[in-house]
């Protein structure tokens, strides 16, 4: 089955959970004054949820033939991911997921500094005497100009400060 | 009015005044190129500046100017990064990156700050003579027409289904939608689908999606490929701004309608630059050439133009309703209202009587403004195009960057980071399927609204009966249902023609 048929058929699952809790979990909790409305908070959830389901299926089912894309310029094949940079992709997923983690205890000058510097050398960055000072100029420039320019509070060092 | 006009341009030929607007366009070019940080944000900033100045025309003028920045700034990180910072500036992104792309950023940006321009002026104009008189159209919709409009705004999703791609863009939108219903809504006041999470209590966040949909996948898809990186030429030397007369010519149509379109969509309480720029390039595709059609979301530059104009002309158009009737029609003028009250004015109906001079200045200020953004902006496109130029190594750990900043500035929480990285995997998975985001995007900013004015119109007329009652609504939906099946329509016959001369007809 093609990918954007399984695209579909998560899809279907998502709206078929979100029609289950529109149609049988919501209104349970709809206060008697709310009863009377001519429309409730479920109503809309439903709808959309029969629109998903039915849109879904006609993907599913391959009821409609997509043109054959010619112009697959600089798009990405994923039945040949192996032959791209996958491994520096996910390595900079898993950077960005330990920024996340980060950011609130080690502050925001170390984490955005550590996130620059080794965000550069997972792409093969090798020059530390241009790469380190300029991720550390960029961190507090950004930090000043967020947090003293703009009075948006964020954290600049590790909780232990 | 030309009383009016007068008072208007003695009050901000001012040196004062004109020292506010250089600033305002200033500062709001800069800052909203942070994706992130949007004119509302910027304004909310700004207001402590605003009132320490004291002068209410000096003030409004000043963060009127910043407004009309933020807006090009936001439009220069969609078409640099495809990081589109706000939500009236996403549909810029569909041509303007596509063009950075192809070594036209100069160009792109170019285009930009020219229909830009256009834009605003000619919606400065329309404010100064129809203002008045709009005030009481914009009164006529109710909710039963708002709901329509939103419709309509959601058919622009034709404009991105490609040929028997129908069904995953509608499926995109319905998932926009669904996602819209997540958290706390304004009329039911109670958390739906939050699955128990306090961090899902107020919904998902635009910016977040916006970032994940947009700017993370691309990113993503550089780093997988690195033969997609801009093909800027010549080491990034940013060459090719002008445009030629025949492009200037192609465009200036556009320019003008979707000044009417988009001034006449923003004067509409809650409408605003979203629904404008996005139907501004439905239509714009509806009525171009088969050709020029093909173009779109390649980088045609008659699809950058169209939501550029019509999300400047639709900023100008808000300030109808703030300054004649006193209703935001937006978040930002929502809160430049609050900047007013603040200053000791209010504004309504007898603003222009009691107070001519800020009524007349804030509006010869926009003129002053546009004009401003555009000699500030042409000469340092060059500059800000130069971001491309940065190697590889650097620009991607930096877009990463700033796509998480503009994630966390906006809701000061983790969780929202871990949010994105996840929808950003979703997002890029999607693609390699050939699933347009776009919709799915629009499903999103347009689903509150749209469920929010169905549900008061299904409550003022005890059921469905007011799509029947109302001629309006009635038009407006039927408007909707036409934007969706005459290109499709168009496809089906020109498709039969083309088989019908294969067949030797």
Not at chain 2, 89 to 107: E, I, L, N, W
Not at chain 2, 158 to 165: D, S
């Amino acid at each position: 089955m093609a990918l954007d048929r399984w695209i579909a058929f998560v899809i279907l699952c998502v709206a078929l959970a979100y029609g289950y809790a529109a149609f049988f979990t919501m209104d349970g909790l709809l206060p008697p004054f709310m009863q009377r409305n001519p429309i409730w908070p479920s109503t809309f959830p439903k709808i959309l949820s029969v629109l998903a389901v039915l849109t879904a299926l006609v993907i599913l089912l391959g009821l409609e033939k997509p043109e054959e894309d010619k112009d697959g310029v600089g798009d990405i094949d994923y039945r040949k991911l192996g032959q791209y940079n996958l491994a520096h992709a996910l390595l900079l997923l898993a950077l960005m997921v330990a920024y996340a983690l980060l950011l609130r205890p080690a502050g925001f000058l170390f984490s955005t500094f550590g996130f620059l510097t080794v965000g550069a050398v997972i792409l093969g960055e090798r020059k530390l005497h241009i790469l380190l000072p300029v991720a550390a100029i960029a961190s507090f420039a950004v930090w000043y100009l967020v947090d003293q320019v703009l009075g948006i509070f964020l954290r600049p060092w590790p909780f232990f400060i | 009015m030309i009383e009016g006009l007068l008072i208007g341009l003695s009050a901000a030929f001012s040196l004062q005044n004109l020292l506010m607007v250089i600033a305002g366009c200033l500062i709001g070019t800069f800052i909203g190129m942070l994706p992130g940080l949007g004119p509302m944000s910027i304004i909310a900033i700004m207001i402590p500046v605003a009132i320490t100045i004291g002068d209410p025309s000096a003030a409004l003028i000043l963060l009127a100017g910043v407004y009309y920045g933020a807006i090009f700034g936001g439009s220069t990180s969609s078409i640099l990064l495809n990081a589109p910072g706000v939500a009236g500036t996403v549909a810029t992104s569909f041509d303007g990156y596509p063009m950075a792309r192809k070594g036209q950023a100069g160009k792109a940006l170019t285009i930009a700050a020219i229909a830009s321009f256009g834009g605003g002026t000619i919606g400065a104009i329309l404010l100064m003579i129809f203002a008045p008189m709009l005030s009481s159209v914009a009164l006529l919709f109710h909710s039963a027409e708002y709901f329509a409009l939103m419709v309509v705004g959601l058919s622009a999703i034709a404009a991105f289904a490609g040929t028997g791609n129908v069904a995953k863009a509608v499926l995109m939108t319905l998932l926009g939608l669904i996602m819209a219903t997540v958290g706390e809504g304004a009329l039911f006041n109670m958390p739906r689908f939050t699955m128990g999470l306090m961090d899902l209590q107020s919904g998902f966040s635009f910016i977040t999606l916006a970032m994940a949909m947009f700017a993370l996948p691309e990113a993503l898809f550089l780093v997988l490929n690195p033969a997609r990186s801009v093909q800027g030429g010549d080491g990034g030397k940013i060459n090719n701004l002008r445009i030629t007369r025949d492009e200037g010519r192609k465009i200036a149509p556009v320019i003008g309608r979707q000044s009417l379109q988009g001034f006449f969509i923003g004067v509409l309480p809650g409408a605003g630059a979203t629904i404008a720029s996005f139907l501004g390039y439905a239509v714009e595709r509806n009525i171009a050439t088969k050709e020029e059609q093909e173009e779109f979301g390649k980088g045609s530059i008659k699809g950058l133009a169209a939501p550029e104009t019509a999300n400047n002309a639709a900023c100008t158009g808000s300030f109808v309703p703030l300054l004649t009737l006193g209703i935001p029609g937006s978040g930002t003028t929502a809160i430049l209202l609050g900047a007013l009250i603040a200053l000791n004015v209010t504004p309504g109906p007898r603003l222009m009587i009691d107070e001519p001079q800020i009524f007349w200045a804030v509006i010869i200020s926009m003129y002053i403004g546009n004009l401003v953004l555009l000699v500030l902006n042409l000469p340092l496109i060059p500059y800000i195009a130069k971001v491309l130029a940065i190697p590889r190594n650097y620009l991607i750990p930096f877009i990463l960057f700033f796509t998480l900043m503009g994630s966390y500035i906006g809701q000061n929480n983790a969780t929202e980071l871990l949010l994105l990285v996840g929808m950003g995997v979703c997002a890029t998975i999607l693609r390699f399927a050939d699933y347009p985001l776009a919709p799915l995007l629009i499903g999103f900013i347009l689903g509150r609204m749209l469920e929010d004015n169905f549900a008061r119109s299904m409550q003022l007329y005890d059921g469905i009966g007011f799509i029947l009652d109302r001629p309006m609504t009635l038009g407006l939906l039927v408007i909707a249902i036409l934007l969706v099946i005459v290109p499709s329509y168009r496809a089906r016959r020109a498709r039969a023609r083309q088989e019908g001369v294969a067949d030797g007809d």
